[in-house]
């Protein structure tokens, strides 16, 4: 109980008790339940449920189903859905990325040694002789005192990128966050910072400890159509060609330009790197398929009492990565963990708020967002044009790829320590006799990386519960095995289907304490915020929580 005791300590809020949930409202929430919605939304017939495609239509008319006979209302004024202006970018027609240097020239393969792709909204994009320039880690991080571009000029140039931060990398606690990673070891930061400094072309090195995910889950996610919000500009604002190389490809691409991987690797970690031209050059052309759609976010709302006008609210993805037309075999992504779970928890939890018998004094909103898989786009659109005012928002509650392994003694929170709201997780989980644990694998970035995200750099706290580690029957080793696993065989990959021999007795488990921590708040007064010196305190501090807009 130490990280309980540790948070009330420093917990602005009042280590209050978890108010009782009424039991009829906690008896909605059932593993029978939750299977059925995962089995429904993980079927083959939903087609893996990508964002503008006849599985997105079949979902969105389910989740509206099941809200309205829950008795909920439409969470956008009277509709219950919110457009998301998408543009799905296919490249269609890719040939070998060509490189030429050390008197040699190399021809590398679209998918198994690189993917590339644009977000410019154009018919063609190419780098044609583009230099190569390593920059290290790419992170430009005054609060650090680190620039990787310093004293350098990319225009027209094309650079190689690592992944993750130079903390992981020297597992050195005064680098950045130490072995934590930071939103500067995000790949979407990387891309973010080269248009920024106006490079023609990015390509982040692929290495799996420092990226969380093998060369498959790369090979998967960024071929095919890659959706972006629409923009003003055509997303001009981008770099003409940003990519992936695989680890072996960029080994080959030192070599030739007569540099050491290793070496300049190791180099990049220190204070006071410099980047490199490699004195090779990068060509290729990318020949793309532009569709623009509408995607939607679906919201319910169940009005509160005296405070309506404040808001909890609950968040999950209902989005995969739909179906692969060219893949031999099955080729379609289930998502059934990612996310028909979180999902059915949304629904589960919605379900058992529509059995108080008397509404809470605040209102609930209920959010399942499209599009998280290709970028947080629908949450992303939901915080830059919100439904409610975000000041409004007392807190988010977040769910994505839970556990279907049984019950655990343990609760992870993903970013544990950012924010009050962890302190009211661990008096939830007490009622079951649990413990809240930080996040295991911080260097793999997981509070960057859904859509908890979206809410909370704009101010709103938000709060992100993983499935534990410590198995009441397996214990800690056997579930460590079993997520492993899941993550090397399944992830991202059409195999992540509906298991019947799932236990969802510990997602029910966690499912309620997610209910207890939002009926704390929408019964009660409280406005939890980020503790000092988090990065998203200013932001809510600025919002005047709780003021009318």
Not at 55 to 64: M, N, Q, S
Not at 523 to 528: D, H, L, S
């Amino acid at each position: 109980m130490r990280f309980a005791i540790l948070s009330c300590a420093v917990a602005l809020v009042a280590c209050e008790s978890t108010p009782m949930v009424p039991g009829a409202a906690l008896e909605r929430i059932t593993a029978n339940g939750l299977a059925r919605d995962i089995q429904v939304l993980a079927s083959d017939s939903f087609g893996g449920r990508g964002p503008s495609s006849p599985g997105e239509v079949k979902t969105v008319a389910y989740l509206i189903a099941r809200f309205q006979s829950m008795g909920l209302e439409p969470g956008n004024g009277d509709s219950w859905t919110q457009d998301v202006p998408l543009v799905s970018i296919n490249a269609v027609r890719t040939g070998p990325l060509v490189t030429r240097g050390g008197g040699r020239v190399e021809r590398f393969a679209f998918g198994p040694q690189y993917v590339a792709w644009t977000k410019r909204v154009v018919e063609s994009s190419a780098l044609e002789a583009s230099e190569f320039v390593f920059v290290g880690y790419g992170i430009v991080a005054p609060e650090y005192a680190w620039d990787d571009y310093v004293g350098l000029d990319v225009r027209g140039k094309t650079v190689i990128i690592l992944v993750n931060d130079p903390g992981f990398a020297t597992q050195d606690s005064t680098l950045f966050t130490g072995n934590a990673m930071t939103y500067y070891g995000r790949w979407t930061y990387k891309f973010e910072e080269a248009a920024r400094q106006g490079a023609a072309g990015a390509f982040v090195v692929h290495e799996t400890a420092p990226a969380a995910y093998g060369w498959n889950v790369v090979e998967s996610s960024w071929t095919g159509p890659q959706f972006d919000l629409e923009r003003p500009d055509g997303n001009a604002s981008r770099v003409a060609v940003e990519g992936w190389l695989s680890h072996e490809a960029a080994l080959a691409i030192f070599a030739q330009s007569g540099a050491e991987y290793e070496q300049l690797k190791a180099r990049a970690a220190q204070r006071g790197f410099r980047p490199v031209s490699l004195g090779t050059t990068a060509t290729l052309s990318l020949g793309n398929a532009i569709e623009r759609s509408r995607s939607q976010n679906v919201v319910a709302r169940l009005p509160g009492g005296a405070a309506r006008d404040e808001y909890v609210l609950y968040t999950a993805h209902w989005d995969h990565l739909g179906t692969d037309p060219t893949a031999t075999g099955d080729g379609i992504y289930n998502g059934a963990v990612d996310n028909a779970t979180g999902t059915a928890a949304l629904l589960s939890i919605a379900h058992a708020y529509a059995a108080l018998g008397t509404p809470p004094r605040r209102s609930v909103l209920f959010l399942a967002v499209t599009a998280e898989e290709q970028g947080l786009l629908g949450s992303a659109h939901f915080g830059a044009e919100p439904t409610v005012p975000l000041r409004q928002i007392v807190a988010a509650i977040n769910m994505d790829g839970m556990n279907v392994n049984g019950p655990m003694r343990d609760v992870m929170v993903i970013g544990y320590g950012k924010s009050e709201l962890d302190a009211m997780v661990e008096q939830a989980a007490a009622v079951d006799n649990r413990v809240v644990i930080p996040d295991t694998e911080p260097e793999k970035g997981y509070y960057y990386r859904s859509d908890h995200f979206s809410l909370a750099k704009y101010g709103v706290p938000a709060v992100y519960a993983d499935a534990g580690i410590d198995h009441v029957e397996h214990g800690p080793e056997w579930t460590r095995a079993r997520t492993d696993a899941y993550r090397l065989e399944r992830y991202h990959q059409p195999s992540d289907e509906y298991d019947p021999t799932w236990d969802l007795t510990g997602l029910a488990q966690d499912a309620r304490l997610l209910l207890r921590v939002g009926y704390r708040l929408a019964v009660g007064g409280e406005w939890p915020n980020w503790h000092p010196g988090t990065e998203f305190r200013a932001a809510r501090d600025a919002m005047a929580p709780g003021r009318a807009p």
